[in-house]
Each structure stands twice: as C-alpha cells, then as structure tokens.
C-alpha cells in the first residue's frame, strides 16, 4: 500500500510539478504574444485601409502604401498635419483608437491564456501524475525547436529572396537577366521619361566576380596548398605548432579591414607599379581586390588541405619510399594524385568563399559592369551591386530594389550549388580510405 | 677489382646514379618552394599589420594650440552682466578669430583670413563657452586657452605634411605651415593623448569623430546576438546528440546547419531586410534586428562546436548519472552541459568574434546611417565598429584615414581578446 502524504507518494519531484505549472502559463501566452505581434500590423493596414474613402483605395499600390505610411506617421507624431488631407487625419485618429484597443486586448488575452493555462495545468496536478515526464517531454520539443531554427533560417532565405526575385522576374524577363550583356540598374522616376527602363543582363556581374574570384584562387590555392604540404611534410612539429596558428591569424581578421587594405594600400600600390611599367591599371583595378582576397583565403586553402593531405594513409607514402623515391616525389606522384578529389572539393570551397565576398570588393571594387577579362581594369561583382542597390532608402516595389534581391537569389544557389559539390567529393574521397 | 665491380653494375643503376643528382636538387627546390609558400603567407600578415599600425598610431595622439583669449564681452555679443541664456548663445568664435588675428596681422584678405581660422577646430567654441558658464567672472578678463587643432593643422604638427611637395598638392598651405611653425617656436602647440576618439561619435571633422557610438551599437548588438545564439545553439547542439532520432528530419536538420555555415554572409542580411524589417516591421538601422541576423549567422557556428565538445563528453558520466536512475534531460543539464561548458563556451566565443567584426550583412538592414548619439538601447538607431570603419574608409576627407586605421586597432584588439579567451579556455579544458 502506498503511504498517504508526504513526498515519497509523489510520483515526480516537487519542482516538476512546479516547472510544469510554469511551462503551461509561459508557453501559450507567449506563442499567442508572438503570433499578435506578427499580424497587428497587417490587420491594422487592413482595417485602416477599408475605412478609407472608394476613391482612395482605388489608388495604385505604392501610392496607396505612401498615402498610408503618412497616416501611421501622423499618428505617432512624426509628422504634422500640414502635409495631409482631411481623410488622413480622420484614418490616423481611427488609427489611434484601433491601435489603442488592439493593445489593451493584446494585454487581456495574454494574461487569459496564461491564466487559463496555469489553470489547466493545476488541475492535472495529482500524486499520481507523472509531471517529470510530462515537462521532459515538452522540454524535448523545445529542443527540437531550437534546432529546427537552423530549418526555418534556410527557408525563410530561400522564400524572401524567392519572393522578391519573381516579382523582379514579373518586370524585367528571366532570359534579359540570365543573358543580357549590360548592367545599368538606373530606373526613372517617372515612367515616361525618355530612356525610361534600365537594362538588368547579369552576365557582366557574373564575369566580374569570377574574374576577381580567378585572380585570387590563383594566389590562394597555389601558396595555400605549398604551405599545407610543407607543414604536413617537412616541418617539423615546432615550428608547425608555431606557424599554422600565426597563419590562420589571416582568416580572423575582418574582411571589412581586408577591404581597408585592398582599396587604401594595395589598389594604389598596383596602379603605380602598373604606370612605372607603362601599363594603363585602373585604380579600382580587380587585380587589387582580387589579391587581397587571396590572402584572405590562404588560411581557408591551407587547412582543408592540411586535413586532406593528412587523410592519404601512411601505407601509400611508404611504399613509394621505399621504392627509393625521394619525398617531393612521393609527394607530386602519389599523395596529390591520391588527396587530388579532396583537393578539388577544397578549392571549390574556397572558390563559394571568394564568389560571396562582400566587403572586399564593395571598398577595392568598381561599380560600373563592364564586360571584360582584363584583371587591371575595373569590375563589379555581384555583392557590390546587392549593396550598392539597397543600402540607403528602398522601395519594395522598384525593380531597382527587387534586382537585388534576384541577385542574392543567384547568389545562394551559385555558392550552395559549389558547396553541395565540393563536401559531396570530399566525403567521397574520405571514404575511399576509410 | 675496382674497374671489375664498376662495369659490372647494370646500365640501370649507372642512369639512376646519374639521374640522383638531379633528383635531390630538385628535392631541394621542392622544399623551398613550400619555404617560400610559408613565408609569403607571413610577409602578407606582416605588411597588413604594419600597414595598419603605421597609419593608425598617429591617431591616437591629438595637438592643441595655445591661444590667449580676449573675452570681450562686446565682441561675444553679450552684455557687461549677461545672464546665462545669453552666455550659452553668445559667440565664441569671434573671439578665437580675433585671437588668431591679433596673433598673425599679417592674414589679410578673407582667403588669407578663413585659411588663418582653420588652424583651430570647430570644438574650441565649445571649449570656451563650457568654460565661460562654469566661470561667468571670465567676462572681460584675458587667458591663456589650450584649444584642438583643425585636422588639417594637426596632420602637419604630426610631421604627416611635406612642406617640399608643391602647395597645390597639399590640404596645408604654405601660410599655415608659416604660422603653425611659428606657434610650434612659441610653445604654443602640445600633442596629448587623443581621448575624443573614445569618448564621441561620429563626426563631419576628423579631430572630433569617436568610436563610442560604435562601440555602444557593438555592444548592443553583440548582446542581442549572444542572447539569442548561445542558449538557441547550445540547446540544438544538445538535442543532435543527445536526442534526435535517425530518421530523415533529423538528417534535414543536420545538411541545414552545415549548409548555412557556408551561405555568404550577405544573403542573412536580406533575410534580415525582408523578413525582419519589411514583414515583422522591426525598427531599421537598429541593434535588435543586426543582433537577431547575426545570431541567425553565428548559429551554425555554435551549434557545431557545442556539438563536438558534448561527444567529448566521456560516456562514463552518461551512463553513471543514468544508472542512478537520472532522466535523460536530468543527466544532460546536471552532468553532461557542465562537463562539455568549457568546449561550449570556447566554440561561443569564437562565434561571437565572427560576429563582432562581420559587416555586410548589417549594411544591408541599415546600420550604415551616420550616428552621433551613443544608443541608449537595442531599437535606437545605431552603426558597429565594423560599418562605422567602412564608412569612415569611404570618406574622401583625409584626416579619416587615420582615424580607420585606429578604428581597426581597436576591433582587432577586442579580437585578440576574444579569440585569446576562447585559446585559454580550451587550454584549461585540455589539462582537465
């Protein structure tokens, strides 16, 4: 027979049953929190909208949305009603009084459902209950939660800037942005100004990141993947405990100082050694940027290949020594040929790296799309033009605006496309020799 | 014997004998090659550093000019017995021009004259006029005032002019070169250590831009960040390992991570742009969404170092704390976080330097906006050291150049402290 009373006839300890009172008041009044906050102002617009006059709401879309950001202004004061008509400021105080209701409800059904909550989860409250199990269980779906974030994040990328992308598309075709030779994103403001559609072909963009990109996978891999060798080679354990951590020093500074450097030091640089050879360079020359990048990603080369190298087992590198032959043939004839796929997997790593670069090339880069191979003259990049096209004010239904978001689109699936590639041939090549 | 045993060996030793000499120089130039790869590697650190420090240093000291000035009452534009009001209005410039004036008649003309008042920063009228509304009786009296150097004035006491390189070329005329060396002979210029850089904002002048809105909008942001990515990843990092089953969402789940640890940084700041301040309505330019975006980015980060540092955990302590009869969450929060935290907390910290010196993504949610008020909080419009160095590298004014330099010294010295924290962390883990 059980004993009546007491701790030992509970089934869970007393701060279970505790935790459990308090998960039920927090959790769904929070998640209704959440959820108001997510549409007040959505059903707001809604209702404000609705209460205007016909001829009003008949207007187009983005005067309507400027018509209505005037009312909100109004409302809380940050403009005066100068600037408005009489159905404003009749909206701005239906504003007010909708917001102000909306708030003393959001404050009563929160403390309700948090009540109610704490009211269900005290009833359930017997000796017998198993309330370990039951807040275990609801703590593991936090958990759950918590890394199903990671999920969420990538849709949310994938849905904004898929979103905003086919409204792009809506304006300017898929075929002129895949395959039209020339980039100047300048609109006009009023539609029928002459020379009214700026013209949005991708192709000089793409040439000018993989030109800058090229230029420093060309200084990167070669001196990255020599450092590697060396250090898993020949050094010896001194000076490589001493020297990998002093290189990759190189990957934890900022790329905003990279860009510093590249614009301020190197691009000068460039351009008067370039002019005492008699070479024309630009001073935003993608030679500068990409060099500078190059650096960045020595350290990024250098440890995937370390990692590689170090995965070709021992049995091959002895055999080819003890078939007499020297080490830095060891090394070019069979631990490169067998560590090659990694290799590869790696620079192409390194290569979605230098393609979503931002700063660098935003500071040392030009803005103006230019078709061309030269690495002394200026190019643009895609990021460039993602930032240059939305920082300062935007409006969400220009294609200028939209252009951007169409090119973080190409920009996600380019380097998700390399990355998917690059792990898949290095997992492949692990297996290999495991 | 011996010529027996020489034309006895194999024509194939003979050629490999032959080949060995070639075969160990070129050995040899194999090694240097990685040498030099190495060393190339530490020359490119090398430059970037000193180049840095070089053009930094400077802005760390600040020169002030000292002038005697006349408080005219008449010339302030005030009474014999003003009352506060009119103090806190009353024009101090004109009695720092007249000073100059009085100090060189030789500037005439009005170019001559503008080129004279621009040796003193714009700050000297609030110097005088803090000094005037703390002691009224200076009204009328003369005193000698330490007043800021114009940037310009000050880039020439600092030795950055060459007064060789033709005038034209040069912010500095040859004029204030002649007055600046004359009140350098007089002792009347002094260097001191240059404390509006960490107690202002930003700035239109170089000798009076600062760090301390940045840093306060760093601070801010990073808090967001760590609030929201710390327990988030660890509490991911513990449900991977810990209680995920194998099946196809714990596998989704699992690409995802990996997969976002390699997206360009860019694209979370148009998540942030579209999602977080076009859908949600979030304030712009504001520490609360930067935060949440970094947090989104650092994420990846977290959760997989935190991951590593549970599977370190020695399954001895799981099953222990499971055979006494603990719950499993019981035996991952009472006995398995405390024992993986210094892992944690290392893969954490390093994270949060990502996400202190990242820049693109919070240009675009526009935390590019130029800020002289330090942030009272995580919704007022703020930058990050990070933005506040690309804007001030953007600038054309030259005096900023410096001012960028020292801007880097001081992230990447936060850095330092950072990443050194998280190597004395692990190495304090590793001796456990």
């Given amino acids: 027979m059980r004993q009546e009373g007491g701790l030992a006839s509970l089934h869970s300890l007393p701060n279970h049953y505790g935790y459990m009172a308090a998960v039920w008041a927090a959790l769904p009044a929070i998640l209704v929190l959440l959820l108001w906050m997510a549409f007040e102002s959505s059903i707001l617009h809604r209702l404000v909208i609705a209460q205007l006059p016909q001829n009003v709401q008949e207007m187009p879309a983005d005067e309507l949305g400027l018509y209505y950001n005037q009312i909100r202004g109004f409302a809380s004061g940050a403009i005066d009603s100068a600037q408005l008509d009489r159905s404003q400021i009749e909206a701005a105080e239906y504003y007010s009084r909708v917001a102000a209701s909306f708030s003393q409800l959001k404050a009563v059904i929160v403390v309700l459902v948090a009540v109610i909550g704490t009211l269900l989860a005290l009833r359930r409250v017997t000796p017998l209950f198993r309330a370990r199990n039951h807040v275990e269980k609801i703590f593991e779906w936090l958990l759950f939660g918590c890394s199903f974030i990671a999920v969420l994040t990538t849709l949310g990328i994938v849905l904004s800037v898929m979103f905003e992308a086919i409204r792009f598309f809506q304006i300017i075709p898929l075929q002129d942005f895949l395959f039209g030779l020339q980039w100047s994103p300048q609109m006009a403001i009023r539609a029928n100004q002459v020379a009214a559609s700026g013209s949005f072909g991708f192709v000089p963009l793409l040439l000018g990141t993989l030109l800058i990109s090229l230029v420093a996978l060309l200084i990167a891999v070669p001196i990255g993947l020599m450092s590697a060798i060396y250090l898993s080679e020949y050094a010896s354990r001194n000076f490589r405990a001493i020297t990998k951590p002093v290189l990759e020093i190189l990957a934890g500074v900022p790329t905003v100082v990279y860009g510093f450097f590249a614009a301020l030091t190197v691009a000068p640089f460039i351009r008067d050694l370039g002019e005492s050879l008699g070479l024309n360079v630009a001073s935003e020359s993608a030679l500068a940027a990409g060099l500078v990048m190059g650096i960045m990603i020595i350290p990024f080369v250098m440890s995937l290949s370390d990692d590689i190298i170090n995965a070709v087992p021992v049995s091959l590198r002895e055999a080819s020594l003890g078939m007499g032959a020297t080490m830095n043939e060891t090394i070019r004839k069979v631990v490169l040929p067998a560590a090659l796929p990694g290799i590869v997997g790696g620079v192409l790593l390194a290569a979605s790296r230098a393609i979503g670069e931002t700063m660098i090339v935003v500071m040392a880069a030009g803005l103006s799309a230019k078709l061309t191979i030269n690495p002394l003259e200026a190019v643009t990049t895609i990021t460039v033009q993602i930032v240059t096209l939305l920082v300062g004010d935007q409006e969400f239904d220009n294609p200028k605006t939209l252009a951007a978001f169409a090119l973080g689109l190409v920009l996600f699936f380019v380097t998700l496309l390399l990355n998917f590639i690059a792990l898949h041939v290095v997992r492949k090549y692990r297996e290999q020799y495991e | ?432």
């Fill in chain 2, 1 to 432: 014997m011996n010529s027996m045993n020489e034309s006895s060996r194999s024509s194939t030793t003979i050629a490999i004998q032959a080949s060995l000499k070639k075969r160990y120089a070129r050995e040899r130039r194999f090694q240097w090659y990685g040498r030099i790869a190495v060393l190339t590697g530490f020359v490119f650190l090398f430059i970037l550093l000193a180049d840095i420090v070089v053009k930094g240093t400077p802005a760390f000291t600040q020169h002030f000019i000292k002038l005697d000035i006349d408080f005219n009452a008449q010339e302030m534009g005030v009474g014999q017995t003003p009352s506060t009001g009119e103090l806190a209005a009353a024009d101090y410039s004109a009695v720092v021009k007249s000073s100059l004036r009085e100090m060189f008649p030789d500037a005439k003309g009005r170019s001559e004259k503008k080129a004279l008042y621009r040796l003193i920063s714009i700050r000297a009228e609030y110097t005088l006029r803090d000094m005037v509304l703390e002691n009224p009786a200076l009204i009328g009296t003369r005193a000698e005032v330490w007043l800021l150097a114009h940037s310009e004035a000050g880039s020439y006491l600092k030795g950055q002019v060459d007064p060789a390189t033709p005038e034209s070329d040069r912010r500095v005329k040859d004029m204030q070169i002649a007055w600046l060396d004359t009140l350098a002979q007089a002792g009347r210029t002094e260097s001191r250590f240059n404390t509006t850089f960490f107690l202002s904002g930003d700035s239109r002048e170089p000798e009076l831009a600062g760090i301390k809105a940045a840093l306060y909008g760093s601070f801010y942001t990073l808090l967001v960040t760590f609030c929201l990515a710390f327990p988030i990843g660890v509490m991911a990092a513990i449900y991977l390992e810990e209680f995920a089953p194998r099946n196809r969402l714990t596998d989704l789940i699992e690409i995802n991570i990996n997969n976002l640890a390699a997206v360009p940084s860019i694209v979370f700041g148009l998540l942030g742009l579209a999602v977080f301040i076009n859908f949600f309505e979030l304030p712009r330019s504001a520490p609360l969404v930067g935060g949440i975006v970094l947090s989104l980015m650092t994420l990846p980060t977290i959760i997989i170092t935190s991951r590593a540092a549970i599977q370190a955990v020695s399954p001895s302590i799981h099953e222990a704390a499971l055979g006494v009869g603990a719950s499993k969450l019981q035996t991952v929060f009472h006995h398995v976080l405390p024992v993986a935290m210094p892992g944690v907390l290392t893969g954490s910290i390093i994270g949060m330097a990502q996400a202190l010196g990242e820049t693109a993504p919070l240009l675009m949610i526009g935390m590019v906006a130029f800020i002289m008020d330090v942030p009272a909080g995580v919704t007022d419009p703020s930058t990050v050291l990070p933005v506040q160095i690309y804007l001030w590298a953007d600038s054309p004014e030259r005096g900023f150049t410096e001012k960028t330099s020292a801007a880097i010294m001081v992230l990447m010295a936060f850095l330092i402290l950072m990443n050194g924290l998280a190597v004395y962390l692990r190495k304090r883990f590793e001796l456990k």
